[in-house]
């Protein structure tokens, strides 16, 4: 029997390609209860994708939304979603490149500190969502020679992130995220590279000094201590790995060590 | 496979969700509701708001978890999708349901992801054959990996697909004669969908499968218009509870007794007490209906 007529079958490939893609019109087969299609009733789907998208944006990104304005960021979220669409249903995951693309993006050029900000921010969610664990306690250090603790190599405890920065990322962050102080106040000429740490359930940040700040970044790409008090010298001669490595400890950045490097 | 041995629970409370009121989990409520210990009868969360590997979300669930029974409810599986379903997200889901002892476990008969690309909303599916098959195979697959009956959630709709050739009391019907699965019954959603498709939400009550129902949902919505004019509702679950909406929940538990209830509320999100206070209502209800239950047996 042939059909004397064929209803439009609407795939998910279409139904998806005119959610993101308003100048596609509204599919043929997504109709009303007349039988035709209504650009209002798709629209509720656009809708809810597009705002969806942009409030988890948003809930990532607060400081880099405050200080661009509810306007600016809900257009520039809608740029960002068009070029990356999620393909995870887990959203906290959703929008790690928004950093490298305020970076990229012209008419933000004025601002550079924006995309150290979002890289905060980034880090700021994945130490709130990292996995539990006990921080090194430095007791432990107390049963290494002193002649071997410039090979001690420590292990990042996952909630740990260094964000280098020449900008002042934690003054723009707790006044444009926490609310606390004035923006008037912000110089933008002080690099403010930053140690996030989440010893239990609250993250916190710390501004290091530069020279922590590489001695950290050196720890955590494998380094033995002496080899980043090395690095860390380069930068500020008046470095001492003690310390440092106080700073380290009594932050709870670490997890554990590893004692010796191997023979 | 089965084992012999019974699980040994790592909480408190006992994971069975009672046939009573429970609210959807919000984070700043959490230190509230931990501190003031309300007379309720479960929460439920979004399964894929607890996916990290840790930090405050598990903290909090696993301190709740310690004093309600939980309902865990997935919003990103796509069991309505076209392509197969993610085996890692279902594995994640999987991992929940094992860490947290929930009492129920639902889904939606929706989609939300096509290839590559997650669109963050519940998308309506056709009610054809092939969609059909396709469903049923996905609710096998998803029972059989997390070794338990899940709720199929009834959807909000906004759209029809002209293309559909099953009702979807019937298409609901056949999924649940097909898998063994159970209902969600969400009553705003049956109210939303039935006037956007003007049809009658009472005649679809009347109608649906209610031996299968496990646990039912309500919440608020927006009055919008379309395009032609005619009302459309939008499930936006950001106030109360319509009151036509509580007008059929009360017909539904007068007509079939009890059901564990679910306040959802999760846009613009009201402080604790007034949360708590629609589930109380919903509360009313049921023990009006008990209370008539039991008149009528002695
Ligand atoms: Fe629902």
């Known amino acids: 029997m042939a059909q004397v007529f064929s209803l439009p079958r609407l795939s998910a490939a279409d139904f998806g390609d005119a959610l993101i893609n308003p100048d596609l019109g509204t ?21 809810n994708v597009i705002v969806s998208l942009c409030e988890a944006l948003g809930e990532t990104y607060p400081s880099v939304k405050a200080l661009l304005g509810e306007e600016y960021f809900a257009a520039l979220a809608r740029a960002f979603i068009a070029e990356h669409r999620p393909s995870n249903p887990v959203l906290i ?9 305020l970076a990229a993006f012209p008419p933000l050029k004025a601002y550079p500190y924006l995309e150290d900000v979002a890289r905060l921010e980034w880090a700021w969610l994945q130490s709130y969502h990292a996995k539990d664990c006990e921080v090194f306690d430095p007791a432990a250090l107390a049963s290494i020679p002193p002649a071997d603790l410039g090979g001690v190599r420590f292990r990042r405890h996952p909630a740990t992130a260094i964000v280098a920065s020449e900008w002042p990322i934690w003054d723009l962050v707790r006044v444009n995220r926490f609310k606390d102080g004035e923006q008037s106040q912000i110089d933008l000429s002080v690099a403010q590279p930053v140690l996030i740490v989440r010893p239990e359930f609250d993250v916190d940040v710390r ?57 | ?43 439920e969360v979004h399964a894929e708001n607890y996916m990290g590997a840790g930090g405050r979300p598990h903290q909090q669930l696993t301190a709740i978890r310690d004093v309600y029974p939980l309902s865990l409810h997935g919003v990103g599986l796509s069991i309505g999708g076209e ?53 049923c195979d996905h609710i096998d697959e998803v029972q059989h990996v997390m070794g338990r009956q899940m709720l199929l959630e009834n959807p909000s709709t906004y759209i029809a697909y002209a293309q559909s050739t099953i009702s979807e009391l019937d298409f609901l019907k056949e999924i649940t004669r097909r898998t063994g699965c159970g209902l969600l019954l969400d009553v705003n959603n049956v109210y939303v969908s039935c006037t956007n498709q003007e049809q009658s939400p009472a005649a679809y009550l009347a109608e649906f499968p209610m031996q299968c129902v496990g646990e039912l949902h309500l ?61 109380d209502a919903a509360q009313e209800i049921l023990i009006c209906a008990q209370d008539a239950d039991l008149k009528a047996v002695s």
Not at chain 1, 27 to 47: I, L, S, T
Not at chain 2, 7 to 34: M, N, Q, W, Y
């Open chain 1, 27 to 47: 599919p043929e087969g997504a109709v009303g209860p007349d039988g035709f299609p209504d650009v209002q009733r798709f629209n509720v789907y656009r809708n």
């Open chain 1, 93 to 101: 995951w959703y929008g790690e490149e928004f950093a490298s693309f």
């Open chain 1, 207 to 263: 501004i290091l000094e530069p020279s922590h700040a590489a001695f950290g970044v050196a720890i955590f790409s494998g380094a033995s201590l002496g080899e980043a008090a090395e690095t860390a010298l380069e930068v500020d001669s008046g470095f001492t790995l003690a310390d440092c490595l106080s700073n380290f400890l009594s932050n709870g950045a670490l997890a554990g060590l590893q004692i010796k490097e191997p023979a």
């Open chain 2, 1 to 43: 496979m089965r084992s012999d041995k019974q699980p040994v629970s790592a909480f408190c409370t006992p994971a069975a969700v009672p046939r009573r009121p429970g609210a959807g989990l919000k984070a700043e409520h959490v230190a509230d509701i931990l501190q003031s210990r309300p007379d309720i009868g479960f929460f």
């Open chain 2, 83 to 135: 392509s197969p379903l993610d085996k890692d997200h279902l594995g994640r889901l999987a991992e929940l349901n094992k860490r947290y002892e929930p009492g129920l476990f639902s889904e939606h008969l929706a989609w939300s992801t096509h290839e590559t690309t997650y669109y963050n909303d519940l998308l309506p599916v056709p009610y054809d054959q092939a969609t059909l098959t396709r469903v």
């Open chain 2, 219 to 279: 919440g608020g919505h927006a009055p919008d218009i379309d395009e032609a004019g005619r009302p459309l509702l939008i499930d936006a679950h950001d106030r109360a509870v319509d009151d036509a909406v509580w007008a059929l929940y009360k017909n539904v538990i007068e007509m079939h007794g009890a059901l564990p209830t679910l306040i959802e509320w999760d846009n613009d999100v009201p402080a604790w007490p007034i949360l708590l206070r629609e589930a």
